[in-house]
Structure formats: structure tokens, C-alpha cells
């Protein structure tokens, strides 16, 4: 065999640059680039050394043989002409992995089969000895890439892909491949880092990957030190003395790397589900005393463990497969340019991410970024240094100043009281002083944002003698009045629950996703509450009951309070929150009316109007529902208030329970689904067709002189005209719209129907 042979070191798409370099300097000669590969000339020496240290490639390809090929009989024949006895055994196992298509050969299956059959025809012996397929362990693994009518058949040396160097048997959900792991930390400076003494900190780490890769480059390991089985283990070319030496000098240099002082290496992860696993991997590494992972959230995390530490942050943050999880990802990327700013000053950080919006939502500027590929998805590499001079931000007044200026400033319209203050040595008035507030630095806003955030705080203003003559502390303080920003932003208490409308086909998803983040980014500012405390959902048109749905499972309830009863809300859990926002002028004229009157609640959900009716005085409350879980929900909304006597429960189908009551009620309220279609009821309940009957049986349970107030939301909904032959019919929708949905009358329609 000759002593030079041609290589293909195949990556993933993006790293060729790198791998290039790599290469050459580990011995590649004549090296040129190509898509997802890298070509050259080498010795077996320098084939060994680039299995043994590559960083980058995911596959060592030894050419065999390259051959013009018109057909599947070219392509028989040019694997055929091989001198297969060379390379494996008669009885050896094999596997052909086929890429690319033309000269009559379209099916990669088909092109396999072909390759494979010639090198079995070619070992079979007399007495019937034949290589068999093994796609897991071969000894011999073969490919044949067909370019252009060239095929170019090669012997991979390296096995199971580089990337996979065995320390890591444990990931996490969207782990980085090792090699593309590598590359980053190589992009991001992190060799020079290294060799000057620098730390290195992952405040995002999962199981490690970036740690471990990290540990190894500063320790001058060889990532597949550790590898015990190769391509070329059972290859007959195989040069055993040459690989063993190779083999004991990385393993010296291991050694040697090792027994230096160790690097600051620090990893911080929020799930403690990855944590151990995340463990095991850097033990598996033989990296315990060079890295340690705690966990912590990106919002605590501290790095240096003195003043005087300086190195590489580096993180692969999630990127938000949804919507609803990119809004909520914008508070991570925040809080991570928040920590970079106060923790990590002279630092240099690298930030790899699939939403390079996100990252320019941190606060502080990339002095360079590269392109990768992550699979299928483009990704960029924000390279930061991180100094005051690249910082995006303004000091914002926080909550506190804000308070102390209100305080100041209701102190200066008080009218003079001499006795309580205190004058200078001139005779003026001195003020008092309120301590300083520290500053919190908050991102500045875009030019969007600042125009959405002017918003908020208008009707967040224009709102406020009203809410509080009203007592109420959950209401809408914005709904899509700004077009591009198609939003409801609902109040309750302090936490802001924040609804997505979907956007039109016609609009740039982009545009969209960008006008989403600057409104984000607002919220907090505009409305003055921690980001922490912005839960955001996206709200497609709905059909059934989807917006019942569960969304999550976190089960936490916040109290909110209005007309003087207090309620619980999921803001969490479910696409709607167990309060709908714009039935509280219903409920208050409820809780005006109930004094003395027995109220029945229909399709009650979590019996707030109930709830209300208790308060204004009901002889009794009995709310209705199918769904034990809001039923449930109900209950502690009437104990919250102190109402558990009197106030009946009843799980069932509304209509099969109003045909079997017998029982007469003076005020009843009526706001059913648009559709209904659970198990527990027979057939499906439709607002618009099952109008007549649902209102023809709660009016025969209604007492002389009583009132049935009857509302929904279905935008196409229309009354049946006959109902006003048989009953007065009085439409207040109007009536039932507080100015907090003054721009979306269309909300619900409402009615007032009587006996005639």
C-alpha cells in the first residue's frame, strides 16, 4: 500500500473553516474545502493523529479508490476490481453507508446494495465463507459517495462518529453535539483563554457538554483518548505499533496536563434533574478536579470567586420552539445580560443561539458573530467583551424611587404645618431627603417598545381613579389598541397575565416575533412589576372548549379582589384564568339584585357570579357544571369569602339537570361555551342551535317575578326571535361593559329576559 493516502474528514455544516486549520495542523497536506468536509493527503501516521485529536470532524475517510461511474454495473465493477482480501477477512463483518444519487442510481438502498455485493462476491470462498452485515460494530465500515459521476469509495477509520468521545451517556433534552460543542469554545477564544490561566463559567449547562470540552482542551487531552473501539480495529491495514505509540504519547500529554494546576471551570443549572447526570459525565471525562456544577438560576448567577478572576462565559440558551416560550425566554436572555453587566465585568462572554433576537434583547453589544448550523437550524455565536462601553442600557427610576418621588411629591402639596418642620438658618423650609434608592439597570427599550410602554402607562393612568373608586385589582389595561401589537394585557394584582393574539398570515412572522419581544421587554418597565411576574400565552381562534384545556400543571393560585370579594385565578395552567375579566359589571349587578333571592348559576365554571350573589345577600346559591375541577375551584372560591352554608354545588349536564329540577329560583345567570362536547354529556352542546331549549328550561324553573340574565361570547351569535314571542327580551349588552373593554364591545352580549 502506498505510504500517502487521500482523506475526507466529513463535519457538521459551518465548521469547515475550523476544521481546515485543525487538520493542517495535525498534519493534513494539500487540504482543501469542501461542504461539510475537508480533503487532503496524509500519512497513516497523521490518519491515526487526526482520529485521536480531531476536536471537530465527525468521520476519518480513508480513499480507496475513486472511478468514473455511468451505472449500477460501473459501480459493481469499480468495487469489484478492489483487492478486498487486503482489507477484511472472508468471514468478517461489513457495513456500506451510500450518499449521493445520479448514474442511474437514485435510491441510496439500492446504491448500498450494489457496493455491498461486490465486496461479498469478491470474498466468497469455496468452502462458502462469506462477509455478513452488522450495521452496529462491522469491522469494516464503507463508504461510497457518488459526485458528479465520480464515485469515490472510502474506509472510515474512525467507527462510531467522532462527536461521540463515550463520557457523555447521559444528556439533556436538546443536547450540542460534542465536536460542535468544541467548536464554539474554539470560536470564543476559550485555547487563548486557557493558556493565559482563564476561567470559564456555563450558567446554562444542562449535562455539561461545554464544561467537559472545555476541560479537555485546557488539559491538552485528546478527545478520544478514552475510545477503545475504532473502524480500523479489525482492519487488515491496520498498523497496530504505529497506533500504540501515537496512542501513549496523547496519553503522556494527558497526564501532564492534568497534574497542572487546575482551571476555574464552574457550570450552574436550574433543573436538579441534571445535575448528577451532569456529574457523571465530567467523572466519565476524568475531569472531576477541574469542574464542578452547582445549581442555580441564570438570575444568582455569580461567577468570579474573587475580584480579580477574569475568563470565558459561555452558554447555549433554549431558543423557544413556541411562541408562548420565546416570550417567556426574553426575561432568560435579560437576566443573562443583566448578570454579564453586574457580574461579570472584564469577562468575555460567548452566547450561542437559534433566536439571534433574543440575544440582541440582553443589553449589551456583540463585537462579532458566526454563523453555525445546529442540525437543521441556523444558529449564531455572539462574541461579547464585557465592558461598560458596550452596554445598551439607561438608568431607569425603580419601583422605589417612584415611590419616594410620590411621597415627595405628596408632601410638597401639603399645607404648611410649622410645628412639624423644620426650617434652615435662613428661615427656609427644608425638605426631607428620602434615602437613595439603589439602580437597577433595566435594558433600554426600542423605539417600539418605548411607543408600547408610553401606552401602558397612559391607560394605566387613565384607569386609575376608577379602579379605585370600584376596588377592583384585575382588569385589562391594553387590548390590541396599538394593531401591531396584537395583545390583551390583563392586571391581576401584581402579576400580569399577557395574551397573544395569532397574527394574520399577511403579517412577516419576523416582524411579528420582533414587535412580541419589544412589547416584552416593556411590560415590566411600563407596569412597574418584576419580569418574574409576566405570564404570557398565545390565543389562537378557538373551537370546543379548547380554552378549558390544561396548559400546565403547576397548580398555584393568586388571590385578586373586586366589589369586595376576593377571588382565586390560575394564571398558569390553563389558556383563561377562572375570572373572565369582562363579566364583572354582570357579576356586580348579581351581587346588587341577589339580597333574599335563591340564584341559580348555570354553566358556572368557578362560580364567581355565585361568589357575588353570596355577598349581595342570596337566600341560597346553587352553581352548576360538569367539570368537577372548576367545581373544585368553586368551593375554595366561596370558602375564600366565608360562604359555605347555603351555597349548593351540583356537578352534571346542565341541560339533563334543568329537565330534572323541580326546584324554583328567583335570579338566574346563564353563560354557557360555545360548543360542548366532553364525554361526561351526551352529544354536543352548540350555543346557537340549543339556545331555545337551554333558555325554555331554566325559565321554567324561574319564580314569578324573577330575572334570567343570559350572556355569551360567540362573536356570530344571534338571538332567536321567537324567545321575545314568549318572554320580554331585553338586550343590555352595553350595560355590561366597564370602560376597561370600552374598545372591545364586542366581548359578549348580554340579555335580561322576564316572564310576560
Not at 463515550?166 to 470560536?187: D, F, H, S, T, V
Not at 475568563?311 to 425566554?329: F, H, K, M, Q, T
Not at 393612568?461 to 391594553?478: H, L, N, P, T
Not at 335563591?598 to 346559591?621: D, E, P, Q
Request: charged letters at 25%; one cysteine or more; a neutral charge.
Amino acid at each position: 500500500m502506498s505510504d500517502r493516502f487521500e482523506l475526507f474528514l466529513t463535519c457538521p455544516k459551518g465548521l469547515e473553516g475550523l476544521l481546515i486549520e485543525e487538520a493542517v495542523g495535525l498534519g493534513l497536506e494539500e487540504a482543501r474545502e469542501h461542504t461539510s468536509a475537508v480533503r487532503g493527503m496524509a500519512t497513516m501516521e497523521t490518519a491515526y493523529r487526526l482520529c485521536l485529536w480531531s476536536r471537530l470532524a465527525n468521520r476519518v475517510l480513508l480513499v480507496l479508490k475513486r472511478f468514473p461511474m455511468k451505472d449500477a454495473e460501473d459501480l459493481y465493477h469499480g468495487v469489484l476490481d478492489i483487492e478486498w482480501q487486503d482489507h477484511m477477512l472472508s468471514d468478517g463483518t461489513l457495513a456500506v453507508e451510500f450518499s449521493g444519487h445520479g448514474s442511474g442510481i437514485d435510491n441510496t438502498h439500492f446504491g448500498a446494495l450494489k457496493v455491498k455485493d461486490a465486496i461479498v462476491d469478491k470474498l466468497r470462498t469455496p468452502q462458502g465463507d462469506r462477509p455478513s452485515i452488522d450495521k452496529l460494530n462491522p469491522d469494516l465500515r464503507i463508504h461510497l459517495r457518488l459526485d458528479r459521476g465520480e464515485a469515490i469509495l472510502s474506509l472510515d477509520l474512525s467507527g462510531h462518529s467522532l462527536h461521540q468521545r463515550g463520557y457523555r451517556l447521559q444528556q439533556g433534552a436538546a443536547p450540542l453535539k460534542e465536536n460542535l460543542a468544541a467548536a464554539i469554545l474554539i470560536r470564543s477564544g476559550w485555547p487563548r483563554i486557557a493558556a493565559e490561566g482563564g476561567a470559564l463559567a456555563d450558567p446554562m449547562c444542562g449535562v455539561g457538554t461545554f464544561l467537559v470540552e472545555a476541560g479537555m482542551i485546557a488539559a491538552d487531552m485528546a478527545p478520544n483518548l478514552r475510545r477503545e473501539q475504532w473502524g480500523f480495529t479489525a482492519w487488515l491495514g491496520h498498523v497496530p505499533a504505529l497506533w500504540k505509540k501515537l496512542h501513549e504519547e496523547a496519553a503522556e500529554r494527558a497526564a501532564a496536563g492534568l497534574a497542572k494546576p487546575p482551571l476555574w471551570i464552574r457550570g450552574y443549572e436550574a433543573d436538579p434533574r441534571l445535575i448528577q447526570p451532569g456529574r457523571n459525565n465530567v467523572e466519565r471525562a476524568g475531569l472531576s478536579e477541574w469542574i464542578k456544577i452547582y445549581q442555580g438560576e441564570v438570575a444568582t448567577f455569580e461567577p468570579r470567586p474573587d475580584q480579580n478572576q477574569k475568563g470565558l462565559v459561555i452558554c447555549n440558551p433554549p431558543y423557544g420552539e413556541r411562541l408562548g416560550d420565546e416570550a417567556s425566554l426574553l426575561y432568560l436572555y435579560q437576566n443573562l445580560g443583566e448578570r454579564l453587566r453586574q457580574a461579570c465585568l472584564n469577562w468575555e462572554a460567548a452566547v450561542f443561539t437559534g433566536a439571534p433576537d433574543l440575544g440582541k434583547r440582553m443589553g449589551i453589544r456583540s463585537h462579532k458573530q458566526y454563523s453555525f448550523w445546529n442540525g437543521a437550524l441556523p444558529c449564531k455565536l455572539l462574541l461579547i467583551k464585557v465592558l461598560p462601553d458596550q452596554f445598551v442600557t439607561g438608568e431607569r427610576r425603580t419601583p422605589e424611587q417612584r415611590q419616594a418621588e410620590r411621597e415627595q411629591a405628596a408632601y410638597d402639596q401639603t399645607p404648611d404645618e410649622p410645628q412639624e418642620r423644620k426650617f434652615n438658618k435662613n428661615g427656609n423650609p427644608i425638605k426631607p431627603t428620602p434615602a437613595p434608592a439603589p439602580v437597577i439597570e433595566q435594558p433600554r427599550l426600542s423605539e417600539g417598545g418605548q411607543m408600547f410602554a408610553n401606552r401602558l402607562q397612559k391607560n394605566l393612568k387613565a384607569m386609575g381613579k376608577w379602579v379605585k373608586r370600584e376596588g377592583i385589582d384585575c382588569y385589562r389595561v391594553y387590548d390590541a389598541d396599538m394593531p401591531e401589537y396584537a395583545m390583551a394585557i390583563d392586571l391581576y394584582h401584581d402579576w400580569v397575565h399577557v395574551q397573544e393574539y395569532a397574527a394574520p398570515k399577511s403579517i412577516d412572522p419576523e416582524k411579528a416575533s420582533a414587535r412580541m419581544f419589544d412589547a416584552l421587554a416593556a411590560i415590566p418597565q411600563a407596569l412597574n412589576v418584576d419580569k418574574s411576574r409576566v405570564v404570557v400565552k398565545r390565543r389562537e381562534r378557538q373551537s370546543g372548549t379548547k380554552q378549558y384545556e390544561r396548559q400546565a400543571a403547576q397548580g398555584k393560585f393568586n388571590e385578586v379582589s373586586e366589589g369586595g370579594v376576593k377571588l382565586l385565578v390560575n394564571l398558569t395552567d390553563y389558556l383563561d384564568t377562572g375570572l373572565f375579566l369582562d363579566h364583572r359589571p354582570m357579576r356586580m349587578r348579581i351581587q346588587k339584585e341577589a339580597a333574599g333571592k335563591r340564584f341559580l348559576n348555570l354553566f358556572c365554571y368557578t362560580a364567581t357570579a355565585s361568589v357575588h350573589a353570596a355577598k349581595g345577600g342570596a337566600r341560597s346559591t346553587t352553581s352548576v357544571d360538569l367539570s368537577k375541577t372548576y367545581l373544585d375551584w368553586a368551593r375554595r372560591n366561596l370558602s375564600l369569602n366565608g360562604f359555605s352554608d347555603k351555597n349548593r354545588l351540583e356537578q352534571g349536564d346542565v341541560m339533563a339537570w334543568l329537565e330534572s329540577s323541580r326546584d324554583e329560583y328567583d335570579l338566574i345567570f346563564i353563560d354557557p361555551p360555545t360548543f360542548s362536547n366532553s364525554k361526561r354529556m351526551e352529544g354536543i352542546f352548540d350555543v346557537q342551535r340549543d339556545q331555545v331549549q337551554l333558555i325554555d328550561l331554566a325559565m321554567a324553573r324561574l319564580a314569578s317575578g324573577g330575572v334570567l340574565y343570559f350572556s355569551n361570547n360567540f362573536r356570530k351569535f344571534q338571538l332567536e326571535e321567537n324567545l321575545a314571542e314568549r318572554y320580554a327580551v331585553e338586550e343590555i349588552s352595553a350595560q355590561t361593559i366597564d370602560p376597561d373593554f370600552a374598545r372591545n364591545t364586542k366581548i359578549h352580549r348580554a340579555w335580561k329576559i322576564t316572564a310576560r
